[in-house]
């Protein structure tokens, strides 16, 4: 491994930000393009969140910054507040989604990078018109993830 070729120091709402879905919003505070490809760490401001999924190779990390959220993991259900945290091993189903008015954010880490670029991907997709199915299809093979729902 050669590592990063710099240090990374960010302020806030600093880092890029693709286009991704209506009710989301992220930076991206480190790319795996930065680090060769051991993570990627990403804030994340959602309202509502994904239905049960499994990422097979990825493991996920969520740190609550702000909001409440509830995370399903398996059959088991928790919720987050400020400071809450969660790890997801690889093939794992889990699910998140936020609760009361406000949008939460969160810190997400996952090892090895890789899925930080899929939201972009996503999104390039549905504006040109593919379905939801099409558009799942593509990221569960690409990224090695299973959407359930």
């Given at each position: 491994?050669?590592?990063h070729a710099k240090?990374i120091?960010l302020?806030t709402?600093?880092g890029k930000?693709?286009?991704?879905?209506?009710g989301?919003t992220?930076?991206?505070?480190?790319s795996?393009?930065?680090?060769?490809g051991?993570f990627a760490?990403?804030?994340s401001e959602?309202?509502g969140?994904?239905?049960?999924?499994i990422h097979?190779?990825d493991i996920e990390?969520?740190y609550?910054?702000?909001?409440?959220?509830e995370?399903?993991?398996g059959?088991?259900?928790?919720?987050?507040?400020?400071g809450?945290?969660a790890?997801?091993p690889r093939g794992?189903?889990?699910?998140?989604?936020?609760?009361?008015?406000?949008?939460?954010k969160l810190?997400v880490m996952?090892?090895?990078?890789?899925f930080?670029?899929?939201?972009?991907?996503?999104?390039a997709?549905?504006?040109?018109?593919m379905?939801?199915e099409?558009?799942?299809?593509?990221?569960?093979d690409k990224?090695?993830?299973k959407?359930?729902?």
């Open positions: 491994m050669t590592g240090i120091v302020q709402a600093e930000k693709p286009r991704v879905r209506t989301m992220q930076t991206i505070k480190v795996g393009e930065d680090v060769d051991e760490l990403w804030e959602i309202k969140g994904p239905g049960p999924h097979h190779t990390t969520f609550v910054l702000e909001g409440s959220v995370f399903r993991l059959e088991d259900v928790s919720v987050l507040n400020q809450g945290f790890l997801i794992q189903v889990h699910s998140f989604t936020t609760l009361g008015d406000d949008p939460a810190l996952v090892l090895p990078a890789g930080e670029h899929a939201f972009e991907e996503m999104e997709m549905r504006s040109q018109g379905k939801v099409q558009i799942f299809k593509v990221v569960e990224y090695d993830t959407f359930l729902t």
